[in-house]
């Protein structure tokens, strides 16, 4: 059996190997752009959720103990179900996957236009992962940091107990990392799919919600979450679009390049043999 790697796994690895070529080149062309409207909404949002954040602490944190102490078993089931969307397994080799049989393709296609749209979905779904990928590691930075005990301990030490770069996962509660998966993901997905924007919102807030409800996490963890979440996909979008990748600024804000509709990529343009 021979243990040459076959033209179609060999071609895969160099659309890899170019395509990572091409985007560390054109990480280095920054283009500064102002943006002075959208800089402000942004600005704006991220401040509301940190004040929101301060407030959360001050009269909900104590009382969220026992909010959902009496719920029934199958509330609490379904939301354990719900906190599933949080975990980041999902979304990264999702977006890896998706990333990889984009350029796979690209690399097949005999149109240029065609070649060029498969790229920029590859670009979009690389975005997504990297927005997972890095506010999970400030989420997992800050959680070590501040080392502050979970609900669960709550009895022993209350819900201010913070016991710095503790590595303990009973004192990793602020930020919850679910939150911040699922808001990274729900916001650079909407991106995309603005029509899907309340809606993926909205079920990430039920995945902070689950985070509560199951005493895993206080009020302020979610919202500490949320903040990071969609703080982080606003800031790559900037970087991406400063450097034109992905993204392009465009009538006072950064949005989505546009490619060809992606079912029309996939079924009507041919493959090269």
Known sequence: MSSHPNPTELSL???????ALTFVQRWGKITVQRDGKMR???AGLLLLLVILLFVAGWLWDEESVSWFADASATFKWIFSLITL???SDYGLIGSALFCAVAIGLSNKVTNSVAAASLSLYAGR????????????????LLKHLFGRAR????EMVGAFHFDAFSFSARLASFPSGHTVTAFALALSLSLFLPRWHWPLLVVAALVG?????????????VLAGALLGLGSVLLLRRSFGNRKIVFAFKNGAYQPR????????????PLSR
């Open 13 to 19: 690895w160099q659309g890899l190997r170019d395509a």
């Open 40 to 42: 402000h909404v942004e």
């Open 85 to 87: 969307l949080g975990l």
């Open 125 to 140: 779904a690389f975005f997504i992962f990297t927005c997972i990928a890095l506010s999970g590691i400030f989420s997992q």
């Open 151 to 154: 609900p669960k301990l709550f």
């Open 209 to 221: 919600l689950s985070r509560i409800l199951l005493g895993q996490h206080y009020p302020t963890d």
């Open 258 to 269: 546009r490619a060809k509709p992606l079912w029309r990529l996939i079924k009507n343009i």
